[in-house]
Nanobody, 115 residues
Framework: QVQLVESGGGLVQPGGSLRLSCAAS????????MGWYRQAPGKQRELVAL???????TYAESVKGRFTISRDNAKNTVSLQMNSLKPEDSAVYYC?????????WGQGTQVTVSS
């Protein structure tokens, strides 16, 4: 079993920055993909950014150039640096780990962008 714990959400003004972090524990196999999804009220959960074990990244078009994903394979952690935040980035952000056809999710952390 895998457990994911997120941290770093909060309230920030438009144009500000936040950094989300996620730590995975449990039985974790290598060659996994870790990343972030988000879900705003009344909307479906959507991909924000992913990073493979070997470092290949995928970003949603809406966050390209503003968000940067990184990971530490030795520590089983993944982070999301979010810059130039917009009100439409407000959502609950979920950490995800995909390994051996299994998806694991964190509890989510709220990000609110508002003046």
């Amino acid at each position: 079993q895998v457990q994911l714990v997120e941290s770093g959400g909060g309230l920030v003004q438009p144009g500000g920055s936040l950094r989300l972090s996620c730590a995975a524990s449990g039985t974790i196999f290598s060659l996994n993909t870790m990343g972030w999804y988000r879900q705003a009220p009344g909307k479906q959960r959507e991909l924000v950014a992913l990073m493979s074990w070997l470092g290949t990244t995928t970003y949603a078009e809406s966050v390209k150039g503003r968000f940067t994903i990184s990971r530490d394979n030795a520590k089983n952690t993944v982070s999301l640096q979010m810059n130039s935040l917009k009100p439409e980035d407000s959502a609950v952000y979920y950490c995800n780990l995909y390994s051996r056809n299994q998806n694991y999710w964190g509890q989510g952390t709220q990000v609110t962008v508002s003046s």
